[in-house]
């Protein structure tokens, strides 16, 4: 399972951690990736975007429709 953004791309950065008495040692900074269901191509699929993406809008959710709308109810009612 990749770190990575299926938008932006936006992977894992290396570095150094540097202590106060300049000791160095290897550290990984991981992107804040979330799994969102997004509509594609008319088809609701889960994708790894990173929140970046997500504030900006560069994504939209799939919204999921579990909850009878008010028209639904009357349908089932009536029927």
Do not use: Y
């Not at 990575?4 to 008495?21: E, L, T, V």
């Not at 804040?32 to 900006?56: A, E, F, M, W, Y």
Request: aromatic share 2%; hydrophobic share 30%; charged share 25%.
């Amino acid at each position: 399972m990749s770190r990575r953004c299926d938008i932006c791309g936006k992977g894992i950065q290396f570095g150094s951690m540097i202590s106060h008495a300049h000791n160095v040692s290897k550290r990984r900074w991981q992107p804040n990736l979330q799994r969102v269901r997004v509509v594609i191509d008319g088809v609701p699929q889960r994708i790894k975007v990173c929140t970046g993406c997500l504030r900006s809008d560069v994504v939209q959710k799939a919204i999921r429709s579990t909850a009878k709308t008010p028209a639904q109810k009357e349908t089932t009612t009536e029927s």
